[in-house]
């Protein structure tokens, strides 16, 4: 499994863009990379997956850079209830013998208003 | 509902009395995990099951044993707690069709939180 390294926390105000950045240098030629959201007390819920260039839903955006060796999440217009620790975790797109999947400590998320 | 329920949800106890920790998913998952959160670091795997009778350890296993009798639940066992396994315990689930990362998703269920004194 792919390490990942993100910052520990990021503080923004409300209507703000924030963009995350995850850097995987080691990422296989078959690993996905995945977003996932965690508030206080709760399981970590997904936000959003690609392989490659750029995906949107309609709770976020990932960008990913034809090297593969860092991910970009990028919260538009954020509120004090996206106000949570974020997740990069990478993994791979084939099944095999290895699914180990430890998040590491995330980003720590601070909107204010 | 589609879920992943988690008993007990809080559980004080003391070192060395056996404890269960159960996790039941409805939605016929193959993968089923178990992770323990403690601040500063992350979410760690315990340990993970990609199907009946097939568990694997994960990056944490020491002091854990977990079961796959049944495709639904995944019990996660502590045969003598001792106080670093105080911590907030996660099971979570995930569908393995169509290769394990395709799925994009691991549901989790709503946490147990341990103490043991």
């Known amino acids: 499994l792919a390490k990942t390294t993100q910052p520990i926390s990021m503080d923004s105000y409300e209507g703000q863009e924030v963009n995350i950045t995850c850097s995987h240098n080691?990422?296989?030629?078959?690993?996905?990379i995945t977003w996932y959201q965690q508030f206080p007390s709760q399981g970590p819920r997904f936000i959003i997956q690609?392989?490659?260039t750029k995906v949107t839903n309609e709770v976020a955006s990932l960008f990913i850079p034809a090297d593969r060796k860092s991910s970009t999440l990028s919260l538009p217009r954020v509120s004090l209830s996206d106000t949570a620790v974020y997740y990069c975790?990478?993994?791979?797109?084939?099944?095999?013998?290895?699914?180990?999947?430890?998040f590491g400590a995330g980003t720590t998320v601070t909107v204010r208003a | 509902e589609a879920q992943v329920t988690q008993n007990p949800r809080y559980l004080i106890t003391v070192t060395g009395k056996k404890l269960t920790v159960t996790c039941s998913q409805n939605?016929?998952?193959?993968?089923m995990s178990w992770y323990r959160q403690d601040p500063g670091l992350g979410l760690r795997q315990i340990y993970y099951?990609?199907?009946?009778?097939?568990?694997d350890k994960g990056d944490v296993p020491e002091g854990y044993k977990v079961s796959r009798k049944e495709k639904r639940n995944f019990p996660l066992i502590l045969e003598s707690p001792s106080p670093n396994q105080t911590s907030l315990y996660f099971c979570?689930?995930?569908?393995?069709?169509?290769?394990?990362?395709?799925?994009?998703?691991?549901?989790f269920g709503e946490g147990s939180r341990l103490t043991v004194l």
């Open positions: 080691n990422i296989a030629t078959n690993d996905y």
């Open positions: 099951s990609m199907n009946v009778e097939v568990t």
């Open positions: 975790l990478v993994g791979d797109g084939e099944i095999s013998n290895d699914y180990k999947l430890s």
């Open positions: 690609g392989y490659k």
């Open positions: 939605m016929n998952h193959e993968y």
């Open positions: 979570a689930s995930s569908p393995l069709a169509g290769g394990f990362a395709n799925t994009g998703e691991l549901f």
